[in-house]
């Protein structure tokens, strides 16, 4: 099972990310991401037995229970890409409200699960959404000029739960499926 930690947004934000992807849309070289899975990774798995999927509930249980975070509102808006300006593989929605909760349930969530054998994060922490994969730079002008001028805000969404997610790739793309929800308390 190829695993993630996500936290999902809301069917009812999936025209919003759509609008922002279309603000990009003649950049060339862009590979758009399907705005109906749009989420905020969590922690990347990776390749996981499934009987592996009890413990790692358990620990994103423990997690959030450590983490103190209830329920809150995030928004999403500003763009954003990684690693830089200058080359750019990821054009991304960032959150401008809620950043902080986002980053005290992310330092449990990762530090139970390099506890139980998964590999430690090699970059600091941002909570995005990815909206595009760069392969080529045809469109980089483009993309540079809208992440410098524009800041789009998508809307604001109650954050109550942690999944954990399968994706499956194929050849339309990646497939998302919650094997589990822990909620926040």
Do not use: C
């Amino acid at each position: 099972m190829r695993l993630f930690v996500s936290v999902d947004l809301p069917d009812d934000l999936t025209e919003e990310v759509a609008a922002v992807q279309d603000r990009l849309e003649d950049a060339s070289g862009l590979d758009f991401t399907d705005p109906a899975q749009a989420h905020v990774t969590m922690k990347f798995l990776g390749e996981t037995p499934p009987h592996q999927v009890d413990e790692i509930v358990d620990a994103l249980e423990t997690a959030v229970e450590e983490s103190g975070v209830a329920p809150f509102e995030a928004t999403y808006g500003g763009l954003g890409v990684f690693p830089s300006l200058r080359y750019i593989s990821v054009v991304w929605l960032g959150v401008s409200d809620g950043e902080r909760e986002f980053e005290r349930l992310h330092a449990p969530i990762e530090s139970e699960l390099v506890d139980i054998g998964f590999d430690e994060a090699d970059h600091e922490f941002t909570p995005h959404v990815t909206l595009a994969r760069m392969n080529h730079a045809g469109g980089k002008d483009l993309v540079q000029r809208v992440v410098r001028e524009e800041s789009p805000v998508v809307w604001t969404a109650t954050v109550g739960e942690v999944q954990l997610t399968e994706s499956t790739l194929t050849s339309e793309g990646p497939v998302y499926e919650t094997v589990a929800s822990v909620p926040l308390e």
